[in-house]
């Protein structure tokens, strides 16, 4: 069985799809690699948020696999927008790294706390700017786009002192030794799907190559801790531009969610957490979100929405 594998060019990208490909070959089968640009890969000089939130860095990759050019395509789980449009699915979800987020940074140190020394981060996430407004006021923050390589470039030259990123990125391109800080899940609760690579086919795969694939690349306990964030996001109806987050962990055959939303001056933050069974991750997610809405999350959501309209 030969499977083409399709992925973005950068190269964390690359790596993901490289270790896919790894795991497919020791299962006794074939794969290649086609690399696809996408739009979020195009237009580097504009914040994510305006760019707009569905399929900034999946659409171009989803037509491949209509028209099957590719079996499957490798994406970073936390790029997927909350819906996926008809005739497309997740199959499977590799294990996840550590979820957290980092400072990495070309100094010595950096320290968020000192309030008399000014800091300047560079971050395109709105999760992660909001965050700092609600948590470090006196932190300032500037727009910074392009793979990882780029924004190391951007920081040395002078644009930031250090930049906010996943630390399962920062880890597979081996520059654990630019992290300054490993930032707390208690605050910077992450993003859906942070840590993880998700596996995206069309409905015109054949049904040995889906099953192969997702007995070859899924793991189980990921999947149930990614089913119930996208089912948050999902009923939140967010995406790159909304600043939500959420976080599942299980433990034994239940599984705990904490998650919520941030207003985009980080003047608000509503966060709630509960507990369900495995089985009922989906509900679980569903159900969090509907709380999370309830307790004054539908309001900031309207507000976030008026705010970007108007940009």
């Known amino acids: 069985m030969n499977i083409r594998i399709g992925t973005r060019g950068s190269k964390l990208a690359l790596w993901q799809a490289e270790y896919v ?83 990495v940074s070309h100094k010595d140190s950096v320290d968020i706390n000192d309030k008399d020394t000014p800091i300047v981060i560079g971050t395109s996430s709105t999760r992660r700017i909001a965050t700092l407004k609600h948590f470090y006021p006196h932190i300032k923050t500037v727009d910074i786009r392009g793979n990882l390589q780029t924004r190391i470039r951007k920081m040395e030259e002078g644009l930031c002192d250090a930049i906010l990123l996943a630390y399962a990125g920062v880890h597979r391109m081996e520059y654990d030794d630019k992290i300054k800080l490993e930032l707390s899940t208690k605050e910077f609760i992450p993003a859906v799907g942070q840590g993880s690579v998700a596996i995206e086919v069309h409905e015109s795969i054949t049904d040995d190559k889906k099953q192969m694939l997702r007995f070859t690349l899924n793991h189980r306990n990921t999947e149930y801790c990614l089913r119930a964030e996208r089912a948050y996001l999902r009923h939140l109806q967010g995406g790159c531009s909304i600043p939500v987050f959420g976080l599942a962990n299980l433990s034994s055959n239940s599984i705990e969610m904490e998650a919520g939303i941030i207003s985009l001056d980080g003047q608000e933050r509503i966060s709630m957490k509960l507990t369900d069974e495995t089985s009922r991750a989906e509900e679980l997610g569903t159900l969090l979100a509907r709380q999370i809405l309830k307790k004054g999350g539908d309001r900031i959501l309207k507000q976030i929405r008026e705010q970007l309209s108007e940009e």
């Open 21 to 103: 490909k790894d795991r497919i070959e020791k299962a006794g089968h074939t794969a290649e690699i086609v690399v696809i640009q996408t739009k979020g890969d195009k237009i580097l000089d504009v914040a994510i948020s305006k760019i707009g939130s569905k399929g900034v860095f999946t659409e171009e990759i989803e037509a491949q696999l209509a028209e099957g050019n590719i079996d499957i395509a490798v994406h970073s789980a936390k790029d997927m927008q909350s819906e996926l449009p008809e005739g497309f699915e997740l199959i499977a979800f590799i294990e996840r790294e550590k979820v957290n987020d980092v400072l």
